[in-house]
């Protein structure tokens, strides 16, 4: 099993008297940096940080069923704000920061829904199909997770201006929290967003506007917008609130504690999550590699990572490619090679799932790790059943957007193959809101005027004259 364990070099040993610090995920460099030099990417040698604790320093708790204790108490002292964060409960297997100088919004407060009738629908046992509905955080996903952990980072280092590259709900989730966090000169942070021309769904960007984000539509896609926010925190000197940033990983972790904590602290057999950018992907692999190196689980669940067949990089270099992590040393000869195919072709991600509408994931060797530790595999399901998965949970009293959809298509696919079998216990993260979308959602049901081209569990509105005889009539058919 891949464990995070680098070499100690010259570099690393200078902030070794730190409890936290920043590594490169390359085994063979593994420089490391304190944790108050905003770095992106190694410096050495171009690699992915990840945010690494000297547990023998920490003070980690023996069982996870020390967390149970943290449900919220009531009151304003510093503990009681962080035990109501679904972030901060878990702190201690994030110690980067003091309590005191924790960020929260009461972000995390997601429970694992036991979803019966779900998985009668789908063929799975009952008691084995549960959702992680992430579309419950204060900004409707779950993207909350990550921005309490970085931008508690912005303020240790004093940022006022901040941006990231969005298909929308990272911006959302970014405008909120900026709008909570004072700088260090007592003002609000500056946020400043990066959006793809006409792609983003209206409930997010609404809420970018709605909470003062500076925000930029560029004649683009994602893939562009993150080219540009990245040029962006060099020039202009923004704080990068994207998942490249190692501290939105540790945040992310922690849905992954949530789901282990609705189970009893049992393992599932299977996580599944919709891949766009990789950052949960990463940042669930990574809970699980500490966990077990931490001896607090003996098992690790396997991952289904599920793309848009119109996005599907992850799958084409994973699943066609076999591209591995190899210990760090995975072939980049032939991912850039793939990459140089996909633009001498003029191949775009596309995909009604604008969410996840990203052909270029940064997080791309993060996510790798992650499936090499958690047994993982990709899927890509196509746009009809990412929106049939999405009409089944609304149909079941859930809802979500259409990217978290691609979970329970996913889902349906490997339950198809017997990859999972219906005894399994799976777990299918429901990443946003199904109120972030509802365009999508409505044209699923109603279709065109006169209902044809609605989905196959479309639930149309019927049309009926403003007389009561007519409802009754109707309500009798
Ligand atoms: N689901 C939703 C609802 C998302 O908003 C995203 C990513 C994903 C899934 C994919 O997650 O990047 O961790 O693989 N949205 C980003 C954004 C890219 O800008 O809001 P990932």
Redesign the pocket.
């Given at each position: 099993m891949r464990q995070l364990h680098l070499p100690i070099n010259d570099l690393t040993m200078s902030v070794m008297s730190d409890l936290a610090f920043q590594q490169c995920m390359a085994p063979d460099c593994g420089a490391a940096y304190g944790l108050d030099v905003v770095l992106y990417a190694c410096r050495r040698c171009g690699a992915l940080l990840d945010i690494r604790y000297d547990w023998s320093r920490c003070t980690v708790p023996k069982s996870l069923s020390f967390f149970e204790s943290r449900w919220p108490t009531p009151g304003r002292s510093p503990e009681a704000r962080a035990d109501f964060s679904g972030v901060w409960r878990f702190r201690e297997l994030l110690p980067f920061e003091s309590i005191e100088k924790l960020v929260t919004i009461g972000e995390g407060r997601t429970l694992l829904q036991q979803a019966d009738e779900l998985a009668k629908k789908l063929g799975v046992k009952p008691g084995c199909l549960y959702l992680q509905y992430e579309g419950f955080n204060p900004s409707g996903?779950?993207?909350d997770n990550g921005m309490a952990a970085a931008f508690t980072m912005a303020r240790r280092l004093g940022r006022s201006r901040i941006g990231?590259?969005?298909?929308?709900?990272?911006?959302?989730?970014m405008a909120m929290y900026a709008r909570h966090t004072p700088s260090s000169n007592g003002h609000s942070m500056q946020a400043v967003v990066f959006v793809g021309g006409d792609k983003i769904a209206f409930g997010?960007l609404a809420q970018a506007l709605d909470f003062g984000a500076k925000t930029i539509q560029i004649d683009g896609d994602?893939d562009q917008c993150m080219k540009l926010v990245q040029e962006a925190a060099d020039r202009l000197g923004l704080y990068l609130m994207?998942?490249v940033n190692p501290f939105r990983i540790e945040g992310?972790k922690t849905i992954m504690y949530r789901v282990l904590e609705g189970l009893g602290w049992e393992v599932p057999d299977w996580v599944i999550?919709?891949?766009?950018?990789?950052?949960?992907?990463?940042?669930f692999g990574k809970a699980f590699i500490e966990l077990r190196e931490l001896g607090l689980l003996k098992r690790i669940p396997r991952m289904a990572?599920i793309n848009a067949v119109g996005a599907n990089t992850l799958y084409e270099l994973h699943e066609r490619e076999k591209i591995r992590f190899d210990n760090g040393r995975w072939d980049r000869t032939r991912v850039e090679a793939w990459y140089a195919r996909m633009s001498a072709e003029g191949r775009r991600a596309k995909t009604v799932?604008s969410?996840?509408e990203?052909g270029r994931?940064v997080?791309l060797p993060r996510a790798l790790r992650s499936l090499e530790a958690m047994d993982g595999v990709v899927r890509q399901v196509s746009d009809e059943a990412i929106l049939d998965g999405k009409a089944l949970v609304g149909a079941y009293g859930y809802g979500c957007?259409p990217?978290?959809g691609?979970s329970i298509a996913g889902l349906r696919l490997l339950l198809e193959e017997r990859a999972i079998s219906p005894s399994d216990r799976v777990v299918c993260i429901l990443?946003?809101h199904q109120l972030?979308d509802p365009d999508v959602t409505v044209n699923y049901h109603r279709g065109s005027r006169d209902g044809t081209g609605a989905g196959s569990y479309a639930n149309p509105p019927v049309r009926c004259a403003a007389d009561i005889e007519a409802i009754a009539k109707l309500l009798d058919t």
């Open positions: 996903s779950f993207k990231c590259a969005s298909t929308g709900n990272t911006s959302a989730s997010k994602f994207n998942s992310q999550v919709p891949g766009g950018n990789l950052g949960n992907t990463s940042a990572v799932a969410a996840i990203i994931p997080n957007e990217a978290s691609a990443t946003g972030k």
